[in-house]
């Protein structure tokens, strides 16, 4: 299945298992990605995988960024009706709680959507969304 | 204890990939030079970390998880203790994609030390430093200041 036919047929379905057809990065990290009320909500299943600090058993700063960005990706992927997927141009990460091994989720917002760039903010929780353990912003090229 | 020794000590640890963290051990990231307040790591490509099936080419969480690592050994580099960090946060920018089929090296260097925050610049490039993949400036913060003592007067 190529990429085109991957996204037409997540968003017609709204059944989007088949994304890491078109972004194998989803499928090898162990993302799942489901439509919500409020969007698209990733979740990743608590695993050690995940873990950058082996002392504190803290999950990967980078990881945690890499999912935000993941959920920033999709949730342009719902909202723009395009066959090529978003560019990342640029990225802020702000790390306000640490991450455990424990169930994570993402969502993220479209704060603004041009013609080629699109401003997309994300937050990503463990618990209660109320209580981010990271928020991105971030700008992406829509081509 | 000098810097020297405590780099020559990490860099021995840190050359076996069980005392990698797991994530980095998952991805394949080695670390490939350290020197104080400086640290170079590479990630190995694999098809499988692509962000888009029909290019190939890595997802940019690839990219961000390679420099935050880096970013932090060299933090812990210019710190000359292994005490406990966590990033504050970290900008990224992408300049290219990174080409499919190779490696990618991050190089950070933490260029300013305080009591509680550290600064860091990285780039990301593949085998030429003049034309980077991606650019990086990130904080990190020092978590633990006893266990710095702590671990002082251990040594």
């Known amino acids: ?143 | 204890m000098t810097d020297y020794t405590f780099l020559d000590a990490l860099r021995e640890q840190l050359a076996r990939p069980e005392n990698q963290s797991p994530h980095n051990r998952f991805l394949g990231i080695e670390v490939v030079h350290l020197e104080h307040a400086r640290a170079v790591l590479r990630v190995p490509y694999a098809a499988r970390l692509a962000g888009n099936a029909t290019n190939g080419v890595l997802h940019g969480g690839v990219i961000t998880t390679v420099i935050d690592s880096a970013g932090g050994w060299s933090v812990i580099a210019a710190l000359g203790r292994r005490i406990n960090i966590a990033t504050l946060d970290l900008r990224i920018d992408y300049l290219k994609p990174a080409t499919p089929g190779m490696a990618v090296t991050a190089a950070a260097h933490c260029y300013k030390v305080t009591r509680n925050v550290c600064f860091v610049r990285a780039l990301a490039y593949h085998a030429d430093r003049d034309d980077p993949i991606a650019n990086c400036a990130a904080s990190f913060m020092i978590k633990d200041t006893t266990l710095v003592q702590e671990e002082a007067t251990q040594a």
């Open chain 1, 1 to 143: 299945m190529s990429i085109i036919d991957a996204l037409r047929a997540a968003r017609q379905s709204r059944d989007y298992r088949g994304l890491g057809e078109a972004m194998p990065y989803i499928d090898a990290l162990g993302i799942t990605v489901t439509e919500s009320p409020q969007g698209m909500l990733l979740t990743l299943a608590a695993s050690s995988i995940h873990v950058g600090n082996p002392f504190t058993q803290a999950l990967h700063g980078g990881f945690i960024g890499a999912f935000l960005e993941t959920a920033a990706i999709v949730q342009l992927i719902l909202e723009q009706d395009s066959d090529s997927l978003p560019k990342p141009i640029n990225i802020t990460v702000d790390y306000l709680r640490g991450g455990r091994v424990a169930d994570t989720r993402a969502a993220a917002r479209v704060t603004k959507l041009g013609r080629r760039v699109a401003n997309v903010h994300a937050s990503c929780w463990q618990d209660d969304p109320e209580r981010p353990i990271a928020t991105l912003s971030g700008h992406f090229l829509m081509s």
